[in-house]
């Protein structure tokens, strides 16, 4: 098994459990019960790869939401 095939498999439950969510009629506490349980069994040191010199907070301004 890969280094990251347990990473990827709870991405991908995420990922299904949130389409799920989206779905009519939809069970609000099974999501609600299992979403923050998948949530909290990823590592913990996994940080999104941004380019050398990236600043989140350099962009445009934005309007206010209405």
């Not at 989206?22 to 909290?40: C, E, K, M, Q, R």
Request: charged share 20%; glycine share 10%.
């Amino acid at each position: 098994m890969a280094d990251h095939t347990d990473f990827d498999r709870t991405v991908s439950l995420l990922c299904g459990l949130a389409l799920y969510a989206h779905t009519p009629g939809h069970d609000a506490g099974f999501v609600a019960t299992i979403d923050p349980s998948l949530a909290a069994s990823l590592p913990g040191d996994v940080t999104p790869h941004f380019p050398p010199g990236y600043d989140p907070t350099d962009g445009p301004d934005y309007p206010e939401a209405r």
